[in-house]
Structures are given as C-alpha cells and as structure tokens.
C-alpha cells in the first residue's frame, strides 16, 4: 500500500514535507513524500534504505529537494542557520572529533551551538547526567565503547536545549541498560513539547515509546498515524488469521470453501494455518459454528496483523 | 504491535511557545571552528609530511655548508628558498592543507557537525579556510625564515638585525604566497575528490612552467608575484626570474594581486561550500 500523503493538524505541525522527491542521479532516496508532524515522539520506521536518513538529512537542512518543500516551523531547513538554533540531530554515522574526550566533544558543540563558555559548560555538565556520561566525560571519545558513543551522540543533539530533535538510529549498538534508560529519556523530552522524529528500523524500540509512527519503504512513506489507524488502512486488504488447532490440514480443507477466505498457509511447524480474508468481521461471525463441528478444534485464534511486526512487514512487502 | 504489549502514550505537556528566529553565530562558534580546524590539520600524517617538507631542504642545506669550502651564502639562500621553497615547498605545502580542509570532514563524516549548527554555511568555509592558512602561513613561514637564518648565518658583514628583518620579510612573503595557495587550493578540494594530483599538475604547469615564460600569462601566477615583491622587498636580481622591471607589476599590484586572488578564491569557495549538498552516506547505505 502506498499512501504518499499524511495530513496531520495543520496549527501544530512542526515538520512539513509536501510532495518532497530526492534524487541522487538516478538513485531515488525519497519519493513523492508529504508528511506532516507535530509535537512529541514519532517513530520513523522502515527496513534498511527505506529512505529514513535522507528524510531526516532533507529535515535538518542537509540536502536539499529535488522536489517539493520541506519546512520546521514553517521555515525552509536548507542553509537555514537561523532554524538550527532550535534543531539538534543525532546522526547515524559512528563518527566524532576522536581526539577530544567527552566533555570537550560536547563543549565543542555546545560552542557550535551558539552557547557562551560558561552556557556550555552548565550545559555540558547537565547533558552528561542525562546521558548518563559523567563518569566517562574525561576520556577520550576513541576509547569509548559503542554504547558510550551513543551516548554521547546522543548528548550533543541536546546540548544546544533544541526544540526539534532528529534522532537516527539513536539506540545501535547499546546494551539494554543504556536502551532502556535512553528510551525513558526521549520519551521525556517528547512529553515536555518537545518535537522528536526518531528513526529506527527495530519496532519494538518504537511501539514503547510512542503510539506515532510513520512507515518508509523505498523512499515512499507507505503510512502514518498509530497503529490502530495502519489497521484500518490495511482493513481493504487480506486480513492475516492465525487459528491455532491440532488438524491444520482438515480445518484448512473446511475454511477453503469459504468466500471470504482468499489464501491458506500451513505452516511448516504445523499446529497452525494462516488464513487471509477481506472481511475479516464475517469470517469470526462464522467461525463459532465451524468451531462446535466434530472434529474441528480451534485452540486459539488471533489476528496476526495485531502485531505491528506483521503490520510492518505486510505495508512494506505488499 | 505484538498482542501483549500496550503502546503508552506518555502524557503531552503544553506545547511550547513559538521559537525565535534571531540571533548571529557567536565568536566562541566561529573560534570552535577554528580551533577544530587547527586541531585537525595539525593531527597525523599530514603534520609529519608537512614539517619533512620544509626540514629535508633546510637540512640538506646544513649538510652542504658544513662539507663545502666554496659555500657562497647568497647562492644557497637563492637556491633553497627562492627556487626550492617558492616553487615547490610552500604549495606543495599549501596543497596538503588546503585540499583536505572539507574533506577530511566529509570522508570522517564529521561535517554534520558544523552544518546542522546555527553558522552560516558560507561563514564556516571561510573560517576553516582562514584557519587552514594561518596554520600553514605560520609553520611555513618559520620554516622559511629559519631556512634563511641557516643559509645566511655567520655572513661577513651582516648583523643580526639585517638577519632578523630579513627572515620577517621572508615569513611575510611565504605567509602571503600560503594565503593565495591555501584559498585556490581549498576551492579545488571542493570541486574534486583527487585534489592532490590536479594541484600538483597546476603547481607544475601554471606556477612553475608558466611563470618562467616571459608572457602575459605569467600574470596570472602566484609565484610571479612573489617574485615580483621579492625583488622589491629583499632586493634580489630580477635578471634571475627574466622579470623586466619596466613591465613588471609594481609591488603594490603584486600585493592587491595576492590579497585580491585569496580573497576572490576564498569567496568562491565559500559560495560553493555553501550552495553544495554533502550527503552523509549512512550504514544503511541507501
């Protein structure tokens, strides 16, 4: 499904894409993209080369539209350092300054930033409680693991207090204490107003910490909202029904003369069929009487479009 | 959403009030900038390559004056600095820097820093690039007027002050010939990834050939200007360079010529830096 256009709430848009296509020469990073996004946590989804980090590349002024407008705060991002003020971005690249420790990393973009010295210093010293860094401030960036790095990338997107973060692929590489502590911590800056598009292709990391997510493949946004609204996008197309039952063989034969019921996949485990249906409310009317037929036994029925995993994989592949 | 895990959507605080869009880039960016620069150009190979530059021909220098009775000081300053230095050392040198100003930012993928920061992107060129020419102006110049120092030492006749005012004039030359290097050659590491091969093919064709040919198009160099202030400033033989006073360019044009073309290339590069996309290639490699 593609569903090139998301229209959210005008007044509290933040992040504006319109009609927004990308090029690299014949390469294609984003397509025919409009988007809109308002305050809090949004979940940039897809799987790798979806076109995730060019979206954030064109939000943070980085790349410029081939065509289409993109705007934050109703301003164009591109060569726009007035609009960096209030924008910090934690890239995906694994790279720093990897002479500097720490603290002098994140001085030195405090400085950047636009922070007096005595600013950045206040600053730095509070980042580096948030990220959990202060123990390790003063060593050098190099000798740090890939958690720390995270951190501390992490830490120089927020250095200069922004009001829009663009965060890519924040947690790679961290353990599950720094995961979950990180989690907590954008999920709070999301719930103090702040504007947060957080790019990651793991969905778990996503449907924790918010309820908004927007769906990329191949450079085109396939959906947007939560997760009950893909639901309902996906409501024209075949429903995936998991009955579990000890004679997947002899219940399949049965449901494969039903109208709704347009495919049957056993899987090889057994134990199981997967159905698919276009009206998915039909066939659980109909399933109860299937179900008090002798030698029918279903031992537990549950949509598998539920799971966002199955949400995700059926927007993109289909 | 897996059937068993709830999405908790964490309670919205008022939404914040509109930002402000005012303000310029503060000193303590544009001297982070520099100071970044400086750190960078002074780290790792380059330094060492750099400083081989300027301390193989000094040295070789020593090594003759100790081992040849003939040694004639005028000569051998003529030789090391004026030919050796000025055609090769100083934009051999300004080449190195320079090429990798943006470069070495955009292949470490540390670029991201500067742009998503809230400096104008023209403004962040011209910091590097002066930054990248007061590093090089600085070291070569020592070098240049200590490889004075070395050949002219001990010279009957000349004092320390005559040699002090001379390495000033010395470092004051190179410093200007770096500025104008450092400025073409940065706008060159903009526009081709193999910047070091095309600006040794310009040093050789345009700064070093043509600058010899008595022609018009010797104007247009560098080193011919340097020539030129050389000529006024240390009192050197113009007959040497085949420069025709009469014609030449006074030393005031060589000056304006100097300071106008780093400007001029520096401005460019600018304008370049700031209208060129540098996309990050990610991990995800799209």
Redesign the interface.
Known sequence: MDINESEGDVE?TVIEFQAVSKW?GQVI?VNNLSLRIG???TGLLGP???????LL?LA?????PSRGEVRV?G?RPW?N?????????C???D???E?MTGRRFLL??A???????RA?REAVDRILEMVGMTRNANRAVRGYSKGMRQRIKLG?ALV?DP?VLFL?EPLTGTDPVARHELMTLI??L?????TVLFSSHVL?EV??L??KIVLMNRGRLVAFG??RQIRDLIDAHPHRIVLKCPDSRGLASKLARWDDVVGIEIPRAGGSIVIETHDPGQFYQRLPRLAREPGTLIEEI?SDD????AVFKYLVTS | MSRDAAVSPRPASPPLPPPSFSGRPTLSALATVLGITASRLLRGRRIWLFLLLFVAPTALLLLVRHNDAHYEAEEAERVILFVLFFHAVIPLAALLFAASLVQDDVEEQTLTYFLIRPIPRWMIYVVKAVGGALVASALASVFAALAMVAARWGEPGRDVDWLLQRAGIVAALVSLGVLAYVAIFGCLGLLTKRALSVGIFYILVFEVSLANIPFLLRYVTIIHHLRVLSIAWLGLNPADWAIDLAEAPSPSTSLEVLLGASAFFIALGAWIFSTREFRVKTPEGN
Do not use: M
């Not at chain 1, 350092?81 to 971005?89: E, M, Q, T």
């Open positions: 509290t690299y990073g305050p809090g946590v790798n080369g979806a076109g995730k980090s060019t590349q943070t002024g980085q790349l410029r705060f301003r060569n350092a007035a609009l960096n003020r209030h924008i910090g971005l890239p995906e690249q790279a720093f300054f002479w030195a973009c400085s950047l930033a636009g922070l007096g010295r950045a120089q200069g009001r890519d999920g709070e999301g719930s103090h107003g702040r778990h449907q924790t918010t309820p939560d997760v549950y539920d799971n966002l995993e």
